[in-house]
Nanobody
Framework: QVQLVEFGGGLVQGGGSLRLSCAASGSILSITVMGWYREAPGKPRELVALMHGGSTNYADSVKGRFAISRDYAKNTVYLQMNSLKPEDTAVYYC?????????WGQGTQVTVSS
């Protein structure tokens, strides 16, 4: 099993930046995929960014603005979010996959004001 704890959400003005952190503990060596999802009010949860092996994938809506990275020594994955827009407002969830199971953090609120 894996435990995930997110940090770094908050309120920011449009155009600003935030960095989210996700600290992983437990069976971290078995993780095959790590990433970030978000859920806005009234909308389904959607993929924001993920890392699988040496590759990264981003939602079209965040390409060029967000960057995912992982510090293996600290067992932490980050999401650097730049040029934030009001439509980025959502609860952001850290995700890890150890096939066939998925693990989620508790979520952190990101609110972008116009």
């Amino acid at each position: 099993q894996v435990q995930l704890v997110e940090f770094g959400g908050g309120l920011v003005q449009g155009g600003g930046s935030l960095r989210l952190s996700c600290a992983a503990s437990g069976s971290i060596l078995s993780i095959t995929v790590m990433g970030w999802y978000r859920e806005a009010p009234g909308k389904p949860r959607e993929l924001v960014a993920l890392m699988h092996g040496g590759s990264t994938n981003y939602a079209d809506s965040v390409k060029g603005r967000f960057a995912i990275s992982r510090d293996y020594a600290k067992n932490t994955v980050y999401l650097q979010m730049n040029s934030l827009k009001p439509e980025d407002t959502a609860v952001y969830y850290c995700h890890a996959r150890i096939p066939p199971d998925d693990y989620w953090g508790q979520g952190t609120q990101v609110t972008v004001s116009s």
